[in-house]
């Protein structure tokens, strides 16, 4: 993700997955659909962790205190 304008790895996956729990009616097979997919996708590109934007900063903040 070094280059400006990359898109993270597994984006569109995790993005169609957040937006099916959300639906309502929830249908259930759709999400488990998509669930797999980003499990395939997580597995293809050997992610180890997900975090949000901004995330690894305040982790890095909590941690300094603590020292």
Known sequence: MGESGAK???AEESLA???CV???????DKCLRLLHSLRD???????????L???????????DKKA
Request: aromatic share 6%; with cysteine.
């Open 53 to 63: 934007a901004g995330q690894e900063k305040q982790e890095t903040k909590s941690i």
């Open 41 to 51: 996708c997580v597995l293809a590109k050997k992610v180890k962790k997900f975090s």
């Open 8 to 10: 993270p790895v597994c």
């Open 17 to 19: 997955l957040l937006n």
């Open 22 to 28: 959300t639906q309502s009616p929830f249908d259930e």
